[in-house]
Protein backbone atom coordinates (compact mmCIF):
# COMPACT_ATOMS: atom_id res chain seq x y z
CA UNK A 1 0.00 0.00 0.00
CA UNK A 2 1.71 3.07 -0.98
CA UNK A 3 -0.46 5.64 0.23
CA UNK A 4 -1.73 6.77 -2.91
CA UNK A 5 -5.16 5.31 -4.06
CA UNK A 6 -6.71 5.41 -7.88
CA UNK A 7 -10.49 4.47 -8.48
CA UNK A 8 -11.16 2.89 -10.53
CA UNK A 9 -8.80 0.21 -11.29
CA UNK A 10 -10.26 -0.54 -14.76
CA UNK A 11 -12.54 1.55 -16.99
CA UNK A 12 -13.74 0.61 -20.34
CA UNK A 13 -15.49 3.27 -22.18
CA UNK A 14 -16.80 4.07 -25.89
CA UNK A 15 -15.32 7.24 -27.58
CA UNK A 16 -18.51 9.20 -26.41
CA UNK A 17 -18.27 8.39 -23.35
CA UNK A 18 -17.37 10.88 -20.79
CA UNK A 19 -15.76 9.29 -17.37
CA UNK A 20 -13.28 10.83 -14.47
CA UNK A 21 -10.17 9.19 -13.22
CA UNK A 22 -9.88 9.92 -9.16
CA UNK A 23 -6.33 9.80 -7.33
CA UNK A 24 -6.32 10.56 -3.50
CA UNK A 25 -3.13 10.67 -1.17
CA UNK A 26 -2.93 10.21 2.39
CA UNK A 27 0.86 11.13 2.24
CA UNK A 28 0.60 14.75 3.51
CA UNK A 29 2.21 15.86 0.34
CA UNK A 30 1.11 19.07 -1.84
CA UNK A 31 2.15 18.12 -5.40
CA UNK A 32 0.09 15.93 -7.60
CA UNK A 33 0.96 14.32 -11.04
CA UNK A 34 -0.93 12.22 -13.75
CA UNK A 35 1.09 10.17 -15.88
CA UNK A 36 0.47 8.00 -19.20
CA UNK A 37 1.92 4.28 -19.45
CA UNK A 38 1.54 3.26 -23.19
CA UNK A 39 2.94 -0.48 -23.92
CA UNK A 40 6.32 0.14 -25.73
CA UNK A 41 6.58 3.31 -24.76
CA UNK A 42 8.26 5.51 -21.79
CA UNK A 43 5.82 6.65 -18.85
CA UNK A 44 4.38 10.00 -20.32
CA UNK A 45 4.23 13.16 -17.99
CA UNK A 46 0.83 14.67 -18.43
CA UNK A 47 0.04 17.02 -15.89
CA UNK A 48 1.68 18.75 -12.40
CA UNK A 49 0.10 20.91 -9.94
CA UNK A 50 2.27 22.31 -6.90
CA UNK A 51 -0.29 23.82 -3.93
CA UNK A 52 -3.71 22.80 -6.06
CA UNK A 53 -2.06 25.20 -9.26
CA UNK A 54 -1.22 23.41 -12.48
CA UNK A 55 2.46 24.35 -12.93
CA UNK A 56 2.90 21.94 -16.52
CA UNK A 57 0.61 20.46 -19.11
CA UNK A 58 2.75 18.45 -21.29
CA UNK A 59 1.16 19.13 -24.67
CA UNK A 60 -1.79 16.97 -23.58
CA UNK A 61 -5.14 17.04 -25.86
CA UNK A 62 -7.98 19.02 -24.36
CA UNK A 63 -9.96 15.68 -24.47
CA UNK A 64 -7.75 15.11 -20.81
CA UNK A 65 -9.09 17.64 -18.21
CA UNK A 66 -7.19 17.32 -14.92
CA UNK A 67 -8.85 19.09 -11.60
CA UNK A 68 -7.26 19.82 -8.18
CA UNK A 69 -9.25 20.72 -5.76
CA UNK A 70 -7.08 20.42 -3.07
CA UNK A 71 -3.75 19.08 -1.87
CA UNK A 72 -5.44 15.45 -1.36
CA UNK A 73 -7.39 15.09 -4.19
CA UNK A 74 -6.73 14.79 -8.38
CA UNK A 75 -8.86 13.99 -10.99
CA UNK A 76 -8.42 13.08 -15.02
CA UNK A 77 -11.72 14.04 -16.40
CA UNK A 78 -12.27 12.06 -19.57
CA UNK A 79 -14.55 13.02 -23.23
CA UNK A 80 -14.21 11.81 -26.87
CA UNK A 81 -11.24 9.74 -26.14
CA UNK A 82 -9.38 8.08 -29.24
CA UNK A 83 -8.46 4.16 -29.41
CA UNK A 84 -5.24 5.17 -28.65
CA UNK A 85 -5.71 7.01 -25.46
CA UNK A 86 -5.98 3.21 -24.23
CA UNK A 87 -3.34 2.97 -21.10
CA UNK A 88 -2.44 2.89 -17.51
CA UNK A 89 -3.21 6.02 -16.48
CA UNK A 90 -0.72 6.52 -13.01
CA UNK A 91 -1.10 8.99 -10.17
CA UNK A 92 1.57 10.35 -8.09
CA UNK A 93 2.57 12.61 -5.18
CA UNK A 94 5.84 14.36 -3.40
CA UNK A 95 6.09 16.56 -1.04
CA UNK A 96 6.59 19.39 -3.91
CA UNK A 97 7.32 23.05 -3.03
CA UNK A 98 10.66 24.77 -3.98
CA UNK A 99 12.95 22.15 -2.48
CA UNK A 100 12.10 18.79 -3.36
CA UNK A 101 15.27 17.17 -1.96
CA UNK A 102 14.90 13.76 -0.85
CA UNK A 103 10.93 13.75 -1.29
CA UNK A 104 10.91 11.44 -4.20
CA UNK A 105 7.47 10.58 -6.41
CA UNK A 106 4.92 8.03 -4.88
CA UNK A 107 2.51 6.36 -7.21
CA UNK A 108 -0.89 4.39 -6.95
CA UNK A 109 -1.23 1.25 -8.94
CA UNK A 110 -2.84 2.68 -12.19
CA UNK A 111 -6.21 3.06 -13.69
CA UNK A 112 -6.15 0.85 -16.73
CA UNK A 113 -8.24 2.54 -19.29
CA UNK A 114 -9.39 0.68 -22.87
CA UNK A 115 -11.03 3.13 -25.12
CA UNK A 116 -13.41 0.59 -27.44
CA UNK B 1 16.85 18.12 -24.09
CA UNK B 2 17.32 15.83 -20.64
CA UNK B 3 16.82 11.98 -21.06
CA UNK B 4 16.73 8.92 -19.51
CA UNK B 5 17.51 5.68 -21.64
CA UNK B 6 17.74 1.90 -20.36
CA UNK B 7 19.69 0.04 -23.32
CA UNK B 8 17.90 -2.96 -22.06
CA UNK B 9 14.86 -3.84 -22.92
CA UNK B 10 14.94 -7.64 -21.81
CA UNK B 11 17.49 -9.15 -19.46
CA UNK B 12 17.41 -12.78 -18.45
CA UNK B 13 19.31 -13.73 -14.64
CA UNK B 14 19.28 -17.47 -13.23
CA UNK B 15 17.89 -17.07 -9.48
CA UNK B 16 21.08 -17.04 -7.05
CA UNK B 17 22.95 -14.81 -9.82
CA UNK B 18 24.05 -11.43 -10.35
CA UNK B 19 22.10 -8.31 -11.65
CA UNK B 20 22.93 -5.20 -13.30
CA UNK B 21 20.60 -3.27 -15.33
CA UNK B 22 22.11 -0.31 -16.91
CA UNK B 23 20.80 3.41 -16.94
CA UNK B 24 22.32 6.16 -18.44
CA UNK B 25 21.18 10.13 -18.46
CA UNK B 26 21.50 13.06 -20.11
CA UNK B 27 20.72 16.27 -18.42
CA UNK B 28 22.81 20.02 -18.42
CA UNK B 29 23.22 19.40 -14.09
CA UNK B 30 23.71 16.65 -12.07
CA UNK B 31 20.03 15.16 -11.72
CA UNK B 32 18.07 13.48 -9.23
CA UNK B 33 18.00 9.93 -10.12
CA UNK B 34 15.64 6.98 -8.93
CA UNK B 35 15.05 3.44 -9.67
CA UNK B 36 11.45 2.05 -9.85
CA UNK B 37 10.36 -1.41 -9.81
CA UNK B 38 6.53 -2.44 -11.04
CA UNK B 39 5.02 -5.67 -10.66
CA UNK B 40 2.38 -6.80 -13.45
CA UNK B 41 -1.20 -4.89 -12.56
CA UNK B 42 0.55 -2.34 -10.07
CA UNK B 43 1.89 0.83 -9.52
CA UNK B 44 5.41 1.69 -9.14
CA UNK B 45 7.69 0.99 -6.05
CA UNK B 46 10.26 3.17 -5.34
CA UNK B 47 13.41 1.19 -4.93
CA UNK B 48 16.36 3.87 -4.47
CA UNK B 49 17.60 7.51 -5.14
CA UNK B 50 20.20 9.24 -5.82
CA UNK B 51 20.39 13.30 -4.46
CA UNK B 52 24.30 14.34 -3.61
CA UNK B 53 26.83 12.86 -1.86
CA UNK B 54 27.91 9.20 -1.32
CA UNK B 55 27.51 7.78 -4.85
CA UNK B 56 26.70 4.68 -3.95
CA UNK B 57 22.92 4.23 -2.71
CA UNK B 58 21.59 1.56 -0.90
CA UNK B 59 18.01 0.29 -1.53
CA UNK B 60 15.25 -1.22 -0.62
CA UNK B 61 14.92 -5.87 -1.31
CA UNK B 62 18.87 -5.56 -1.31
CA UNK B 63 19.21 -3.67 -4.35
CA UNK B 64 22.11 -0.47 -4.61
CA UNK B 65 22.84 1.81 -7.46
CA UNK B 66 25.81 3.61 -8.21
CA UNK B 67 26.28 7.33 -9.78
CA UNK B 68 29.10 7.56 -12.14
CA UNK B 69 29.46 10.95 -13.48
CA UNK B 70 32.04 10.30 -15.55
CA UNK B 71 30.14 8.04 -17.88
CA UNK B 72 26.33 8.79 -17.16
CA UNK B 73 25.39 6.30 -15.38
CA UNK B 74 23.38 4.77 -12.64
CA UNK B 75 23.15 1.20 -12.62
CA UNK B 76 21.40 -0.65 -10.59
CA UNK B 77 22.67 -3.66 -8.73
CA UNK B 78 21.67 -6.85 -7.11
CA UNK B 79 24.24 -9.64 -5.70
CA UNK B 80 21.68 -12.27 -5.86
CA UNK B 81 18.52 -12.09 -7.54
CA UNK B 82 15.16 -14.00 -6.14
CA UNK B 83 11.82 -15.43 -8.11
CA UNK B 84 10.22 -12.50 -6.46
CA UNK B 85 12.36 -9.89 -8.20
CA UNK B 86 10.57 -10.92 -12.20
CA UNK B 87 9.04 -7.40 -12.44
CA UNK B 88 10.11 -4.72 -15.01
CA UNK B 89 12.50 -2.11 -13.85
CA UNK B 90 12.33 1.84 -14.52
CA UNK B 91 15.07 4.69 -14.54
CA UNK B 92 13.88 7.99 -14.11
CA UNK B 93 15.56 11.07 -13.46
CA UNK B 94 14.87 14.87 -12.35
CA UNK B 95 16.17 17.71 -12.90
CA UNK B 96 15.11 19.32 -9.12
CA UNK B 97 14.50 23.10 -8.29
CA UNK B 98 10.92 22.21 -7.18
CA UNK B 99 7.66 19.66 -7.79
CA UNK B 100 8.84 18.42 -11.51
CA UNK B 101 7.65 15.52 -13.30
CA UNK B 102 10.30 12.67 -13.44
CA UNK B 103 11.35 11.62 -16.94
CA UNK B 104 11.19 7.47 -17.09
CA UNK B 105 13.22 5.29 -19.42
CA UNK B 106 11.59 2.77 -21.57
CA UNK B 107 12.01 -0.08 -18.77
CA UNK B 108 13.62 -3.32 -18.54
CA UNK B 109 11.78 -6.13 -17.83
CA UNK B 110 13.85 -8.83 -15.63
CA UNK B 111 12.97 -12.42 -16.24
CA UNK B 112 14.69 -15.14 -13.42
CA UNK B 113 14.73 -18.71 -14.75
CA UNK B 114 14.79 -21.36 -11.94
Known amino acids: ETGVTQTPRHLVMGMTNKKSLKCEQH?????MYWYKQSAKKPLELMFV???????ENNSVPSRFSPECPNSSHLFLHLHTLQPEDSALYLC???????????????FGDGTRLSIL | AQSVTQPDIHITVSEGASLELRCNYSYGATPYLFWYVQSPGQGLQLLLK??????LVQGIKGFEAEFKRSQSSFNLRKPSVHWSDAAEYFCAGDSGGGADGLTFGKGTHLIIQP
Open chain 1, 27 to 31: LGHNA
Open chain 1, 49 to 55: YNFKEQT
Open chain 2, 50 to 55: YFSGDT
Open chain 1, 92 to 106: ASSQGGLDTTNQPQH
